[in-house]
């Protein structure tokens, strides 16, 4: 069955109506399901747009985010998710083209791949659309834009097997990506495809250029790209169940342009490897098989050595980063973390801890566990090579945590608590099995972000226009003097509202009824008369003054007079202020009845 949008004409109205078709052989089909999506559309219009409304992973928003605190070594810390309802905006020409989609991040089936970064945009990368990856900035809270790795049509039918993207990878600058698709057939093997890609400088994105179908006879486990010195992608290394993992080297022809071939095939003792990872500098490669920990040199692909442990298959392996570069850290199925020397070629440490995932920050020595206690999880951070943890955080979340990866800032932050400095270079973010993709933050990112959220509140001790509110506060200082003036002229707030402003805050089943509030309301708004006279004496008296005042700076100083004139005048009586006030006020009598009175 299809789904087809077409544009319908109905006495001069014009609609965008979906048409569901069934399945049939003929030419004609009668369609019974119409659906209209959109009304009284124009009858020429140059582009439609219309919100359709998505339930996606949990993301982050800085106006949209929700705070638990969480108290670690007694530091608040602060774990920040968002609301699952996103909106999709889809812009659409007059020709029934898509031309633009406005959107955050989408709604995919279930996440295969680890969360990756790509070392270009800084943008969060994981599946999306079924046979996509997309591309989220995390810092604008956007989707920058998807990648069609399947490139095969979706069929919507239910119980259809189809390819879904499984693994991605990308080397240390971000000029190449590598991800594997596959599909499992019910009555047949599962096919399996290997593709290299190639980032292109004019579109901004990644483009095909090697496909490898088949590359294991069985499913790909682990997959990581090897650094070489000059920092420029040397080899790619995949792990398989069929028992062998494999690099794959990117040669460069005469003749053709560059494509990936396998280099190199190895095993161990017929076992199956699980994970496989580089050293920062690319001259050691580690991949477990079962309980062993193989360890070889891409150089020259000798096994140097072996590291075993206790039965129970290894689960997660990572190289330690900058001045914790000796050490190997693992996990085990039998609940341990451990720690191996690679100088010595021994274990170092280990513990009993359930460690559901285990990974490393790129930038710093930090290294990230997380473990499943009872319901929830629980987070620590710390150096291999020292034994106390650096941060050590309780019920981060409910339930497990899936996936996780530490992202760069744009910023360093300069924080000066020993418990935050994990934060300063990188950020942490974790999917959990509820598919909520959170992450920490500081104090003082949280105060900074409440700071830039009080600029969308209203002020109540200015005037605040609907065109202010649209301008936003960023245009404050502009019109500071404006705004000044503005405010002085207002009269002040009802003497009633302080009143009012306990009654909204007081709690909606204490409050007496509907009937005794709005007499109360309205009463707190009136101004009496007498206050009302009051004010209008005052303003009047005021600007008297000032004029009597301006009249004796303009008027010119008299002479001396003689000495009689000056006994006269000093022998008339003096009027005190309360005459002056009735003589100003028999003045603004309106005398004009008293004229009409004569004339008549």
Known sequence: MFDIVCMCVCAELFQLVAVHLPQSGDQLVEAQELSAVLSNVSSNPAATGFVRRRYPFHTLAPHKMLSNGLMVGGRSWLTRFLSPLVSEITIIQSCVKVSAVIQGLVNGESVRTDLMVDPRSK?????????????????????????????????????????????????????????????????AEPEINLKLWAFDEQTQSF????????????????????????????????????????????????????????????????????CCCFSADGSLLAVSFQEVVTVWSPASWELLTTLSQPPKAIRDLCFGRLGCSKYLMGTTASNLLCCWNLLTCSLEWSTSMDVSLLLSDPLTENMAAFCCQAESTDLFVFKPSEPRPVASLKAVCS??????????????????????QWLNRSQLYFLTQHMDLMTFTTKAEEDRLAASSKQLFIDDSVAMTPFYLLLGKHRKQEN?????????????????????KELLQSPAHVLPSTSVLCSMFVESLLVSVESKHAEEEMESEKEEEDSEGEMESRTPRPEPASPGLQSAESAAPALTKAQLKELRRVKKLDHGWLADLLLS
């Open 123 to 187: 943008s969060l990368v994981l599946n999306g659309k079924p046979g996509h990856l997309q591309f989220y900035s995390l810092q604008r809270d956007k989707l920058l834009y998807n990648l069609d790795i399947v490139q095969q049509e979706y069929i919507h039918e239910l119980g259809l097997q189809q390819f879904e993207v499984v693994k991605v990878a990308f080397d240390a600058p971000g000029n190449w990506m590598a991800t594997v698709e596959e599909r499992k057939p019910k009555a």
């Open 207 to 274: 483009v095909l250029n090697t496909t490898v179908s088949a590359p294991h006879e069985a499913q790909i486990t682990s997959m990581c790209f090897s650094q070489a010195a000059d920092g420029q992608t040397s080899m790619l290394v995949s792990a398989s169940e069929d028992g062998h993992f494999k690099a794959w080297q990117l040669p460069r022809s005469a003749y053709e342009g560059p494509s990936w071939s396998c280099d190199f095939v190895g095993d161990y003792r017929g076992l199956a490897p699980q």
């Open 399 to 420: 339930g497990k945590v899936t996936r996780a990866v530490f992202a760069p800032r744009e910023e360093m932050l300069e924080s000066c608590e020993e418990s935050s």
């Open 480 to 500: 500071q003097d404006s705004l000044t003036r503005l405010s002085a002229e207002l009269m002040p707030l009802p003497r009633g509202s302080l009143a009012i």
